[in-house]
């Protein structure tokens, strides 16, 4: 009977059968963040309003529309966390894990925007990030490159995702910019509300418009890279180089620069036109000024993150996730005796075969209904505990995907099949 509360809208429930998708890219995720010497951090979901809008820009879409913050009974503003570049910034801050040293760690949870709910995109959903603090690069910014690529590879998702990449240059070059922006905007007549707000607070982030007029205009506005000093243009420049070299393809896209302020040189985004509008299913970049904006020494810091419901998509999509069974063991048992004995044997099993996962019915039920539901639960074999097997001290095994006989066995017997057949 329903209540008639659903889940809260631009959330999502994620079914028992939708899980197998999740460990597998979690595993594949945390692998490749471990395989480059990243260390996991774990934050909370709450933090401080002022964080975020001190680091993300209060004139951004996230602060001023998407964020969740309330104010608590004790007064305080908090804010459910948007995304977690600040977050790892007030921790390692805060920690001091960067006093006259370098950290690179990893993040995955959830985070918390109120967007317009789309393919694959929810209020409530799930990052995986990376951050590296105190390396100036660029050989960095292409580790952190040379990992996505990697990932796709193992994935097989390598040639449906492309890398674009840009130059946001110093905050000097940006605030030149600002004002060839705002100039070019003035003399346009048709802008939007929402671009003639922004216009002497946050013009840049007119260029993220999704207003088909908006661009239309924007294709003739002024490009950043063309206000890059030397020394920007040499870090953007030997990027390219190495990944030139080391023949991971790119597109330089100048119209790229990120919903965040706290950018600085290098952004990027990795996009795949099989997800729909929204494609972009990775993007970082390098964020040099956000450790003193937020109290710290200057520290050179760069990263990125990937949304991981959009990833999964991407690879149910091309059938690009390993089927496997949710459960590999199904243990039917008919009687007091058997019953007492069936969960035993489970536990020998979980034991000594820890990588074997072992479904106990349980429940009772005739031998018709217990095969009913070992069946329906996607186990490869049935072990069955009956009034023979009491009796003789043995297990039988009943294939149930494709074919093989039915065979009784010992204990140790039993073990051995199980070791042989079932995956690890």
């Known amino acids: 009977m329903s209540l008639g509360i659903k889940v809260v809208k631009g959330m999502k429930d994620i079914l028992p059968d939708e899980m197998p998708a999740w460990y597998f890219v979690e595993q ?38 998407e964020m969740y913050t309330f104010e608590d009974k004790g007064g305080d503003w908090l804010t459910l966390r948007p995304e977690s570049t600040a977050q790892s910034v007030r921790l390692v801050i805060e920690n001091s894990l960067i006093r006259n040293q370098s950290q690179r760690v990893w993040y995955m949870g959830p985070m918390f925007r109120r967007e317009n709910p789309q393919k694959g995109r929810y209020r409530q959903f799930h990052q995986f990030g990376v951050e590296a603090f105190g390396l100036p690069g660029p050989d960095v910014d292409v580790e952190q490159i040379l990992m996505m690529a990697r990932l796709w590879r193992a994935l097989g998702l390598h040639d449906k995702i492309v890398l674009k990449l840009n130059s946001l240059g110093t905050l000097q070059e940006r605030l030149t910019y600002r004002e060839a922006l705002i100039q070019f905007y003035q003399s346009c007549k048709d802008l939007d509300e929402d671009s003639t707000r922004r216009l002497h607070t946050n013009p840049m982030r007119i260029l993220d418009s999704k207003n088909p007029k908006m661009i239309e205009i924007n294709q003739r506005a002024p490009l950043l890279i063309d206000f890059l000093g030397k020394e920007s243009m040499l870090h953007f420049e030997e990027i390219q180089q190495h990944l030139s070299k080391l023949e991971v393809a790119f597109e330089v896209d100048p119209r790229i620069v990120r919903g965040l302020d706290y950018y600085t040189h290098i952004v990027y985004e990795w996009v795949t036109t099989h997800l729909g509008a929204q494609g972009t299913v990775c993007a970082g970049g390098r964020y040099n000024d956000l450790v003193s904006l937020m109290g710290g020494q200057a520290t050179p810091s760069v990263g990125f993150a990937l949304g991981i419901e959009r990833l999964i998509m991407l690879l149910q999509d091309n059938n690009l996730i390993p089927v496997k069974p949710a459960v590999d063991i199904y243990v039917v048992a008919e009687g007091e005796a058997a019953l007492s004995k069936a969960l035993l044997l489970s536990e020998i099993i979980r034991s000594k075969l ?25 186990a490869l074999y049935a072990l069955i505990l009956g009034d023979n097997e009491i009796q003789t001290n043995t297990v039988s095994i009943k294939a149930l995907r494709g074919e093989m006989p039915q065979m009784t066995t010992t204990i140790e017997q039993t073990l051995a099949f199980l070791q042989e057949h079932i995956k690890q």
């Open 28 to 65: 594949q995720l945390k692998s490749l963040a471990l395989g480059y010497g990243y260390q996991e951090i774990r934050m909370p979901i709450l933090e401080q309003t002022e964080l975020f809008k001190r680091a993300i820009g209060e004139v951004t879409d996230i602060v001023e529309k």
């Open 354 to 378: 820890p990588f074997v996962k072992v479904l106990m019915n349980c429940g009772q039920g005739s031998f018709k209904s217990q095969f009913k539901r070992a069946d329906k639960s996607g």
